[in-house]
C-alpha cells in the first residue's frame, strides 16, 4: 500500500532578531529544517543552502544504502559551499548551521540530524524525541554533572557541539524509524523547542489534526513564550 502523506510547515523572525536564519523545505519524500548560526556572517545563507542540497533528494529513488550516501553526499556539498561562502567574505567569521531531515524510504524514515534542531515522532499520541542534541548542555546532562531542570537556564545552553560549516566536516546522527510507528513527524528549530517543552508540544500534535495548524501553533507558543529566536516547525503525518 502506498505512503500517503500530508505535511505544512511554519516559520517566524521572532520578537526579538531581525533576520530569519531559519530556513525549511517541503520535498516530499524529502522535509528538511536548518537553523543558520552567524548573524551577518550569512547564517541564512548556511541554512538556506543546506536545505537547498538536501530538497534535491526529494526527486530521486533510493533504497536504505543509496539513501543514506545520497544524504552524506548532500550535507558534504553543503559544507563546501558554506565554506565557500566564508572565503568570499574577509575578515568575518563562517556561517554555520544545524540541520534536521527526513527521507521516506520504502516502508521507513530516513532521519538525519546535525545540531540542535530536532526531530520528533508520535504514534498513538505518544510524543518521542528521535533525535539527541549535539550540544554541551547535552553532554553536561549525559554525564550527570547537570539535571533536566538546569538545562533551559544554564549559560552555555546555545553552545552546539556539531554542525555544518565549523572546519571540517562533522558527522550527522542518521535513524531508521518504521512508517508503521510513526503516524506524525515534527522537525523543529530551537527556537521551537527550546522555548516549548515536550507536554506542549505533544498537546499541540495530538489537538491540532491538521499539520498547517499544528505547525502554525507551536510556532504560536514560542512567540507567546517571548519570541527570542526564530522559530520553524514542519509537520508531516502518515495518512496511508
Not at 117 to 124: A, C, E, F, I, L
Request: net charge negative.
Amino acid at each position: 500500500m502506498a505512503t500517503d502523506l500530508r505535511y505544512a510547515a511554519a516559520t517566524d523572525v521572532g520578537l526579538v532578531r531581525e533576520v530569519n536564519e531559519d530556513a525549511y523545505v517541503l520535498a516530499p519524500p524529502l522535509f528538511a529544517v536548518a537553523d543558520g548560526m552567524g548573524g551577518h556572517a550569512g547564517g541564512d545563507v548556511a541554512s538556506a543552502i543546506v536545505v537547498e542540497e538536501l530538497g534535491r533528494l526529494g526527486e530521486g529513488t533510493y533504497d536504505e544504502a543509496a539513501a543514506e550516501a545520497a544524504v552524506l553526499e548532500a550535507l558534504l556539498e553543503s559544507q563546501r559551499r558554506i565554506e565557500q561562502h566564508a572565503h568570499g567574505g574577509v575578515g568575518r567569521a563562517a556561517p554555520g548551521t544545524t540541520v534536521v531531515a527526513a527521507l521516506l524510504v520504502g516502508e521507513s524514515w530516513l532521519l538525519v540530524n546535525l545540531g540542535d534542531s530536532r526531530v520528533y515522532r508520535m504514534k498513538d499520541g505518544h510524543l518521542v524525541q528521535v533525535s539527541r542534541d549535539h550540544s554541551l548542555v547535552q553532554e553536561l546532562l549525559d554525564a550527570g554533572d547537570i539535571t533536566e531542570d538546569e538545562v533551559a537556564d544554564h549559560p552555555e545552553r546555545h553552545v552546539i557541539t556539531r554542525a555544518l560549516g565549523g572546519p571540517g566536516f562533522s558527522d550527522p546522527d542518521l535513524f531508521w524509524v518504521d512508517v508503521a510507528d510513526t503516524d506524525r513527524l515534527l522537525l523543529c528549530t530551537d527556537g521551537v523547542n527550546g522555548f516549548v517543552d515536550d507536554e506542549h508540544i505533544a498537546r499541540v500534535l495530538v489537538t491540532e489534526a491538521e499539520p498547517d495548524a499544528a505547525a502554525a501553533a507551536l510556532v504560536r507558543l514560542s512567540l507567546d513564550a517571548g519570541g527570542e529566536d526564530n522559530a520553524t516547525a514542519v509537520v508531516v503525518d502518515v495518512v496511508g
